[in-house]
């Protein structure tokens, strides 16, 4: 297992296989955006123009793409990368996308004898940079024990979610926890505002008692509290509203299709597709307070 294929190097890719270089592994990796394998070659990865050139006679191969599309496409259209890999390699998708699409490729990959997981993250740019990130992954047992030092390698958190698609469900999940407890957040400073109460006071209070969340306490939504939360740099992301809304869109679809009631998921998904929808897509998704106080 030391011959990696990585397919997406952008701003989570690029990091995530530049730290399986630095822990040993023989990495090649495709992009379709020259800067980006031009980046990925300067962290010493070997750059190939061509897809199946990144995945032919691979050991694991990782991928970190936009959505469920690209992630079918890439693994099952032709020349892609269950045509292009041995029987018996190991597939890891970080990419997050919805379940249906990560089920139905896991299901080819078996289908071609190949081992697949779901392995979505945690932790943003800084988590891949840093190699802290938290992988939550589904699939089997067999092919989990397998992609141990990989995940290690980029990942400080690696939890097995159950079969396969359960670490999409487990993301999505998570996330739309996320956005709504932001929500939840910022209106409560947005209040705390109008009725005169200084931040820092009610920063105080709630991340000691029953409103304290990591909205709050790691990513409060107002310059102070916490020094580095993206409040103090003018909302520069670490996590941008427009994947937000992704997330929030992928909830409520497989909310659709499974049958679950999430009407604060669905609320949290309109709010954020109106702040996005006002040009805010590219700040941070703690950004949607200035929304909630009527700020431009």
Request: negative net charge; contains cysteine.
């Amino acid at each position: 297992m030391k011959k990696i294929g990585f397919v997406g190097l952008g701003n989570m890719g690029g990091p995530m296989a530049a730290n399986l270089v630095k822990a040993g592994f023989e990495v090649t990796g495709h992009d379709l955006v020259s800067a980006n394998l031009d980046a990925a070659a300067r962290a010493g990865v070997r750059p190939a123009a061509k897809l199946a050139e990144a995945v032919s006679g691979a050991d694991a191969v990782v991928t970190m793409l936009p959505a469920g599309a690209h992630v079918r496409a890439v693994y099952q259209d032709a020349g892609g990368i269950l045509a292009s890999v041995p029987r018996g390699s190991l597939l890891i998708d970080s990419s997050t996308i919805d379940v249906a699409s990560a089920r139905a490729v896991a299901a080819a990959a078996d289908e071609a004898g190949m081992e697949m997981l779901d392995a979505p993250v945690s932790g943003g740019t800084g988590g891949a940079e840093a190699g802290t990130l938290t992988f939550m992954v589904g699939g089997a047992d067999r092919a989990f024990g397998r992609a141990g030092p990989i995940l290690q390698a980029m990942g400080k958190t690696i939890v097995h979610a159950g079969g396969a698609g359960n670490g999409q469900a487990a993301k999505i999940c998570n996330n739309m926890i996320l956005g709504i407890s932001m929500i939840g957040v910022s209106e409560a400073f947005a209040l705390a505002e109008k009725l005169g109460l200084d931040h820092q006071r009610l920063f105080d209070i709630s991340s000691t008692s029953s409103g304290q969340c990591w909205s709050l306490t790691s990513y409060c939504p107002v310059p102070g509290p916490v020094p580095t939360s993206p409040a103090n740099r003018g909302y520069q992301p670490g996590f941008t509203a427009a994947m937000m809304l992704k997330d929030l869109k992928l909830a409520q679809e497989a909310a659709a299709q499974s049958g679950a009631s999430t009407p604060l998921g669905a609320e949290a998904a309109q709010l954020y597709n109106l702040f996005c929808a006002q040009g805010k897509d590219r700040q941070d998704f703690s950004a949607i307070i200035n929304m909630l106080r009527g700020a431009e």
